[in-house]
Antibody, heavy 121, light 109 residues
Framework: QVQLVQSGAAVMKPGASVKVSCKAS????????IHWVRQAPGQGLEWLGW????????NYAEKFQARVTLTRDTSISTTYMDLTSLNSDDTAVYYC??????????????WGQGTLVPVST | EIVLTQSPGTLSLSPGERATLSCRAS???????IAWYQQKPGQAPRLLVY???TRATGIPDRFSASGSGTDFTLTISRLEPEDFAVYYC??????????FGGGTKVDIK
């Protein structure tokens, strides 16, 4: 069965960078786009961007363009989300999610369990 | 930027009742790019229906979606106890590419 397993919680200080991993299993990793979405405490869902695991091509939300980088390692079926210059507004649960279809613009059918990233002094 | 506005913010209903959730887009959206998710506390979102009325794997047929242009609806025909949760609509298109509505909480009356 399709599974996305994310790295554990990471408490970060303002100004630091965080790297969250998302390991895929149960399907051909390079066939489906991966998106990253975050959710601040008690708030809604916010999209960060997507990556094509086959080519490494990425697309980011304009709000995060300067601070987020998505990468992948096909040898271990893992994608990574790197967010720099953290501030308290970045405190959130970060999710990776796989598309339902083999298109970047299809619905997000499979989700990781989420990674809590508190940003605090 | 396409903004999705969900209403109502909270819907208080009893098990067995029908729930109708609305999602309005600030500009026309292809209904092929609309999806609905359910989220329970402490859990990741779960895909319910997409593009525009295909239920995801394992989703019961009491969940249905409809709409076109700027107005979209998720209907739960008869609420089961496990359906009390927060529901989000989502669209893909334009800039920034993918956006979510603010959510509708369905709670027990």
């Amino acid at each position: 069965q399709v599974q996305l397993v994310q790295s554990g919680a990471a408490v970060m200080k303002p100004g630091a960078s965080v790297k969250v991993s998302c390991k895929a299993s149960g399907y051909t990793f390079t066939n489906y786009y991966i998106h990253w979405v975050r959710q601040a405490p008690g708030q809604g869902l916010e999209w960060l961007g997507w990556i094509n695991p086959n080519t490494g091509v990425t697309n980011y939300a304009e709000k995060f363009q300067a601070r987020v980088t998505l990468t992948r390692d096909t040898s271990i079926s893992t994608t990574y989300m790197d967010l720099t210059s953290l501030n308290s507004d970045d405190t959130a649960v970060y999710y990776c999610a796989r598309c339902e279809l083999r298109r970047y613009d299809s619905a997000l059918a499979f989700w990781g369990q989420g990674t809590l990233v508190p940003v605090s002094t | 930027e396409i903004v999705l506005t969900q209403s109502p913010g909270t819907l208080s209903l009893s098990p067995g009742e029908r729930a109708t959730l609305s999602c309005r887009a600030s500009q026309s959206v292809s209904n092929s790019y609309i999806a609905w998710y359910q989220q329970k506390p402490g859990q990741a979102p779960r895909l319910l229906v997409y593009g525009p009325s295909t239920r995801a794997t394992g989703i019961p047929d009491r969940f249905s979606a409809s709409g076109s242009g700027t107005d979209f609806t998720l209907t739960i025909s008869r609420l089961e106890p496990e359906d009390f949760a927060v529901y989000y609509c989502q669209q893909f298109g334009g800039s920034p590419g993918l956006t979510f509505g603010g959510g509708t909480k369905v709670d027990i009356k």
